[in-house]
């Protein structure tokens, strides 16, 4: 039998993964991980005003490196039976680019301009545009945002463009036309980046920023200008159509092939979000909720568009024909911190001795910190008068996106030391999933079963408990620690013709699952009314705070 492969690129927070697969047998036969240089010495960014942003640079050294690294020491047979490559990024990352499709940031002028770069997920700087077009679009004779849950994001494609242009000329007077890091990187590897031509991804645009075939693809001409003159014109210079991941861009260029060491025919298949074709990897079935537990979740739900097309449901990051799985219907939530509230945490306890102690010993302390806080909270008992933490450190993403939220912690007195706060913590990003769960069950979606990938559900026994047990609903996590390039991986398969559908692709890649938590009854009673809690604190944080 002749064996086929296709090639997953995952681009992360802070890093690229490619994944070889064999697309008859689902065997990885190579993988290779690139950390972005700049993005790992903090350039471009100020977390004081919550600004993230990375060079294209990093993207496209980490493309060269990771696939490279991936191919190395695979056979001539294996390398000349490379047929596709897709690739997934966070999102939504737009980035202004010139006339050919280039990114500002690689013009000489624009080189150190964090404006010029790609406007990374977490960015919240344009929290007053998102209330901005909130406003307009709730007066409108059409509300844009009734397919995005109702309430614009200052994470997502129009905020981020409509800030930049205010907060600088040049880039105003430069900018042709803005494009998504999926899109973008996949047309890297075509040779065409033509703005104007170029496949834009349904996942992305219907997502993030407010495409629909109701609309005539994005918000109309008189919309943009009324929430901004300097929004003039740019419509006609972004896209009209969409394509879902399943199809293919276009073939790679004779330069990329070349550099790569691939064949000259590789399909590029049209790009996604990386918690996207997450669930694609994970398996996803309808009415599945898959989490993509990392820095921050996405949960994904994919339903047959007959059974609840006709649903708006309030309070989400949108809902998309086929942007998971093409002829569903592809909702998308999530939680902007889950692992970065660890993280700071962590942050909190180690610098002080990085400052004291040096490098290596705070080095040795974040290695041992984390697991060691959750092997002493699992020993905790669970009361009533725990102490009760939201879930809002970076803003509340859904239900009901406001990244103007800060987090509160309720309940803590001399006794309260760094384990209990750990566990309210974790027990905090858990009553957030919880209130994403019920919104969708209150909007009539119902889910059959809860699916997790990710770096946390897979490191953390002690976080996926208190999950389980918060949501009182058994969790099943993916084999796959590289759910999202292998989900990419099944998308090229797809594109290059090798399989008919994801779900066909799914059967023949897919890993399966190894690691199942079940509710404990006793803890999920408390936690039942601890939640009635985290929900007073939240009502409490969101009137006063």
Request: glycine share 8%; with cysteine.
């Amino acid at each position: 039998m002749q064996y086929t492969f296709t090639i997953g690129l995952d681009y992360g927070t802070d890093s690229v993964r490619a994944l070889v697969v064999n697309t008859q047998t689902g065997e990885s036969v190579g993988t290779a991980v690139h950390y972005y240089e700049r993005w790992k010495k903090g350039l471009y960014c100020d977390a004081a005003i919550a600004q993230f942003r990375q060079h294209p640079l990093d993207y496209i050294e980490g493309l060269e490196s990771a696939i490279k690294g991936a191919l190395a020491g695979l056979s001539t047979e294996v390398i000349q039976n490379v047929v596709g490559i897709s690739v997934d990024t966070t999102g939504s990352t737009p980035v202004a680019v010139d006339e050919n499709g280039v990114p500002l940031a690689m013009l000489p002028e624009f080189s150190e301009n964090p404006n010029g770069m790609f406007i990374l997920w977490k960015d919240h700087t344009a929290n007053q545009e998102a209330e901005e077009i909130n406003d307009l679009a709730h007066h409108w004779k059409v509300d844009y945002t009734k397919y995005v849950g109702g309430i614009y994001s200052s994470e997502w494609y129009w905020a981020k463009i409509l800030r930049t242009l205010r907060v600088d000329k040049n880039i105003q007077e430069k900018a042709f036309s803005w494009i998504e890091h999926c899109d973008w990187i996949s047309a890297v590897l075509t040779g065409n980046t033509n703005p104007l031509t170029m496949k834009r991804s349904r996942c992305a645009a219907g997502h993030k920023a407010l495409w629909h075939e109701e609309f005539d693809g994005l918000p109309s001409e008189d919309f943009l200008t009324k929430l901004d003159p300097l929004l003039t014109g740019l419509r006609n210079r972004l896209f009209r159509n969409t394509y879902t991941s399943d199809e293919a861009m276009g073939t790679i260029s004779e330069e990329w092939a070349k550099k790569l060491g691939l064949p000259t025919d590789v399909k590029i298949g049209v790009g996604a979000f990386d918690c996207h074709m997450g669930a694609v990897g994970a398996e996803i079935q309808p009415y599945d909720f898959v989490r993509v537990m990392g820095t921050s979740t996405c949960d994904m739900l994919i339903a047959p568009n007959e059974e609840i097309g006709h649903l708006l449901i309030k309070g989400i990051c949108g809902q998309v024909d086929g942007s998971i799985i093409p002829n569903m219907l592809g909702m998308e939530a999530g939680q902007s911190a889950y692992g970065d509230y660890y993280a700071w945490f962590q942050h909190i306890i180690t610098e002080p001795v990085r400052e004291l102690l040096g490098e290596e010993a705070a080095d040795k302390l974040a290695q041992k910190l984390i697991p060691y806080l959750s092997e002493k909270a699992s020993q905790l008992p669970i009361t009533e008068k725990d102490v009760v933490a939201l879930d809002w450190i970076n803003g509340r993403r859904t239900p009901d996106a406001n990244h103007s939220l800060k987090a509160t912690v309720q309940g803590l007195n001399l006794g309260t030391d760094a384990v209990k706060l750990f566990k309210a913590i974790v027990e905090a990003t858990a009553y957030g999933s919880k209130a994403i769960v019920d919104r969708f069950i209150q909007e009539g979606v119902p889910i059959k079963q809860v699916i997790a990938i990710g770096g946390v559900a897979k490191k953390s026994p002690f976080v996926m408990q208190t999950l389980a047990d918060v949501l009182n609903m058994p969790i099943k996590v993916a084999s796959s620690d590289q759910a999202c390039a292998l989900g990419a991986a099944m998308n090229a398969s797809v594109a290059a013709g090798i399989h008919k559908t994801l779900f066909d692709a799914q059967k023949a890649m897919g890993s399966g699952f190894d690691a199942y938590y079940s509710p404990r009854a006793e803890a999920s009673t408390t936690y039942q009314i601890l939640y009635k809690k985290y929900q007073e604190i939240g009502k409490f944080t969101e009137t006063y705070a």
